[in-house]
């Protein structure tokens, strides 16, 4: 299996651009997780889903972001509009059970 | 807000002595993961302890929790330079296919 797959790894956009970031979780996993790492406040949970239904959103920052799971094998984040404090490396994780999996991140940066 | 707190928050040590990292949480926990990541790269799942389990040992690591002093601690024996990355404490409140809160970390450095 390649692991759980993200893309692009790199963004660089204006402030005001639309954003996509995209996943592609393991086959056979049923819980999909999206967090945000920065210096400052570390690993925060976006959103997660299980079986493809949004289970908790409580950590979107707001109205800017939004998040779609359409079908098992892929996910997205979206930002719109961006804006500098957005920057951060944005993580993709799924499990079956237990123990997350890592993408290998997106590192986005608006300027 | 974090729910694990690692300590120290960085540790320097030389290759082949042991690795000893805390975490302590606020909550009660199904279950209590610890994860590892390098410069650059996303966080990899290491061992997991369940609330009833006191000890969990994996290759060169230890893992014991004390659910009554709500912590944990990581042990990493005979390390190497390999072993230099950031360590992170994540905890399970819910079980099976929930969301793990994690601390902010701990970066350990191995000197060769």
């Known amino acids: 299996d390649a692991g759980v797959i993200q893309s692009p790894r790199h963004e660089v956009t204006e402030m005001g651009q639309e954003v996509t970031l995209r996943c592609k979780p393991i086959s056979g996993h049923n819980s999909l997780f999206w967090y945000r790492q920065t210096m400052m406040r570390g690993l925060e949970l976006l959103i997660y889903f299980n079986n493809n239904v949004p289970i908790d959103d409580s950590g979107m920052p707001e109205d800017r972001f939004s998040a779609k799971m359409p079908n098992a094998s892929f996910s997205t984040l979206k930002i719109q509009p961006s804006e500098p404090r957005d920057s951060a490396v944005y993580f993709c994780?799924?499990?079956?059970?237990?123990?997350?999996?890592f993408g290998s991140g997106t590192r986005l940066t608006v300027v | 807000s974090q729910q694990g707190e690692e300590d120290p928050q960085a540790l320097s040590i030389q290759e082949g002595e042991n690795a000893t990292m805390n975490c302590s949480y606020k909550?009660?926990?199904?279950?209590l993961q610890w994860y590892r990541q390098n410069s650059g790269r996303g966080l990899v799942h290491l061992i997991l302890i369940r609330s009833n389990e006191r000890e969990k040992h994996s290759g060169r690591l230890r893992v014991t929790l004390d659910t009554s002093k709500k912590s944990s601690s990581l042990l990493i024996t005979a390390s190497r330079a390999a072993d230099t990355a950031s360590y992170f404490c994540a905890t399970d409140e819910s079980g099976a296919n929930s969301k793990l809160t994690f601390g902010k970390g701990i970066t350990l450095s191995v000197r060769p």
């Open positions: 994780a799924s499990s079956l059970i237990y123990g997350y999996t």
């Open positions: 909550t009660s926990i199904n279950n």
